[in-house]
């Protein structure tokens, strides 16, 4: 069964980076979408960042222009650039993926998500 792996989460100070990884266990037999989504203490689980099996790139306004959505077909693994963390982007990250067609067997899989915390 497919497996999403994430990784790359850690204690950041604010204004600090992080890069989070997202790798996919196996072969997807179609064009399946990415997306980043996070769930910060007491809030409900939202969409940070999503990109399309073609690099179509979408953002959260509270990140846009400080994140940075990216996936390496070959390597099946996608990515988070965080930059200019605030206190507010403290949150488990989840990433999750879309499977249109269901050719692998279900139609989205999700990780088991990496803590960011963003604290002085």
């Known amino acids: 069964q497919v497996q999403l792996v994430e990784s790359g989460g850690g204690l950041v100070q604010p204004g600090g980076s992080l890069r989070l990884s997202c790798a996919v266990s196996?072969?997807?037999?179609?064009?399946?979408?990415m997306a980043w989504y996070r769930r910060a203490p007491g809030k409900q689980r939202e969409l940070v960042a999503s990109?399309?099996?073609?690099?179509?790139?979408k953002y959260a306004d509270s990140v846009r222009g400080r994140f940075s959505i990216s996936r390496d077909n070959a390597k099946r693994t996608m990515y988070l650039q965080m930059d200019v963390l605030k206190l507010e982007d403290t949150a488990v990250y989840y990433c999750?993926?879309?499977?249109?067609?269901?050719?692998?067997?279900?139609?989205?899989?999700w990780g088991q998500g990496t803590h960011v915390t963003v604290s002085s």
């Open positions: 999750k993926l879309i499977d249109p067609d269901g050719a692998s067997g279900r139609y989205e899989y």
């Open positions: 990109i399309t099996y073609t690099d179509v790139k």
């Open positions: 196996d072969r997807i037999p179609s064009m399946y979408s």
